[in-house]
């Protein structure tokens, strides 16, 4: 797609670099960050981006004034671009809850940047040394027992209720899958020991990513 900005200067936004939902017509307003700037023939081509972490980063600095002033630092951001997000924050003012902040009275301040990336889900949560309780709260919304994580190998086992277990992989896996970009482990989850009574998934849970008929002979 090419875009001209202000001073008429022609800018390339690449479907690659688009999000999924993302869908703009002639004289429409686009909102991107430089990705960046090649020479061509001699000439610059600068290429934007709506997918990059940084595109997320800026937005963040749009609507929350604390990130903008430097009062909460963005430590990390990973992004699935029109699914899912996990942003790491992190506050020097103990009077600062930075993920309140970020999120705002109500989601007040998250929604902007939520409708600006097409419903894209944006877990905020607060970054900490301790790589145990980083993980934790990375695999939100699921609530986890116990967990073993080995420094060396960068492998993390995460130990839940059978209940959780769906919640922690999430839709598509992603819910996983970018809490290990997040954290830099790799997660394994296992089921909670002491459950064994319990089934372990609910596969009516699936029915949106798995045909019926296969549903079906899993439970024959």
Known sequence: MLVIDDENNELILPKNEQIPAD????GDTVKAVVQRVEMHNGSPRIVLSRTSPAFLERLFEQEVPE?????ITIKNIVREPGERAKVAVESYDDRIDPVGACVGMKGSRIHGIVRELRNENI????YTNNISLFIQ??????????IKADDETKRASVFMRPDQVS?????????IRLAGKLTGYEIDVYRDGDTDDEEDVDLEEFADEI?????DEFKK
Not at 211 to 215: C, E, F, L, R
Request: hydrophobic share 45%.
């Open 123 to 126: 877990d905020v949560i607060n």
């Open 137 to 146: 709260r990375a695999l939100s919304p699921a609530k986890i027992t116990s």
């Open 211 to 215: 045909d019926s008929w296969i549903i």
């Open 23 to 26: 869908f703009y017509k002639k």
């Open 67 to 71: 990130v903008f002033d430097g009062l």
């Open 167 to 175: 919640l922690a992989i999430g839709k598509g896996g992603y819910n």
